[in-house]
């Protein structure tokens, strides 16, 4: 058997990791004057979820990259419509995510598989999926409590009709969600919230894997395959049809026991500039993949939130402070009035002390809180010393 020739370019894991780390927007200086748009842009996708602490996810994601930007500032770059229309809309990427409108086509080929299945979790009475597409082309852009009510009486995912029908078509792509209000999506049909130039860019499934591929690559830096495909959840095969034309270019890793590729933009100039210290949210794609997050920073990530509480380790919010390039620790963060809470603290160094105490101060003034108190630490000794860089 024939082997096949190792790529020309060799990294070491040090390379790789700045690599990484540049490309996500930890290193150098943040693109202010692009802001939160220019964060959505550069990373492709930022996850959503319900959970809210310091602040829900999607807000986190920005301030880890740009620092204390408002939080309404955040709000209205995701939702607020510019004059050419939405720029950004909802749909499941690596989860449900918010996406730039402009990748609206390469989607295209999660719409058609959607579309394909006979069913999606429920059943839906014959008449249910009419009726909401006709409610929304009669009534404009509505929540699902607009449209008839989200839940039954059941238990919390026993969704109503009318809230099975628009997710449905949600996923089709005959509908879609370019706004939240107080959280709620708010559906519309895609003919009216879509630009046409985006919304009749018909590709095929080869051309959308190809742009997604590349996307993930550029923005990850380098990666594995599993890297690569879990940013947008693709499978492997659809990674493996598409990876030769999608423009990344393959590389070894030192330490890396697979192959890997990179941008060739991430490539042309070595990743230099200030290391941002902050606080990442759990669902910050940084750490997205458990397996390259250790691979790379040799750091064990796990969300705990729907862990049982006494089998927890970290704390149901565990966010990881990342300072220096590294990942030093977590801290299981809450708010008590003005005061946050920092509910439990793992350091993996003494080191970490100063860059945990500054990454807890400006969370603190970000969310408005006034106090910082600390009630558990891994490493007790350490306490007074977090305690006094406080202040």
Known sequence: MTSLPRPAIELSADEARRIA???????????????VRGVLRHLGAVQLDTISVLARS???????????????????????????????????????????IEEWPHFAFRRRAYRSRPHWHHDLPDGAYDQVIKQLRAEGPLTATELGGAKN???WWDWSESKIAVERALMYGEVVCTERRSWKRVYDLAERAI?????????DDAECLRRLVRLAGESLGVGTRADIADYHRLKGEQFDAVVADSGLVPVTVQGWDKPAWADPAALA???????????????????????????????THRLE??????????????MPLLSGGRLLGRVDPAREGSTLVARQVSLDT??????????????ASWVGCDAVRVERMDRPELTADLVRALG
């Open 195 to 203: 630009p046409d130039a985006l919304l009749h860019d018909d590709l």
């Open 153 to 155: 009486k059941g238990e």
């Open 305 to 318: 939130a729907y862990v049982p509480k006494q089998k927890r380790i970290h704390g149901y919010f565990a």
């Open 269 to 299: 100039t070595a990743p230099r500039g200030r290391h941002r210290t902050t606080l990442l949210s759990p669902f910050d794609s940084l750490v997205w993949e458990r397996a390259r997050t250790e691979r790379i920073f040799g750091f």
């Open 21 to 35: 780390l540049r490309a996500q927007g930890f290193l150098g200086a943040p693109d202010r004057r692009a802001g």
């Open 58 to 100: 999607h807000e986190l994601i920005p301030y880890a990259r740009l620092g204390a930007v408002g939080r309404d500032t955040v709000e209205a770059a995701y939702w607020k419509a510019g004059p050419s229309g939405p720029r950004a809309f909802e749909y499941w990427s690596h989860a449900a995510c918010v996406l730039p």
């Open 350 to 363: 003494p080191k970490a002390v100063a860059p945990m105490a500054q990454a807890l101060l400006e969370a």
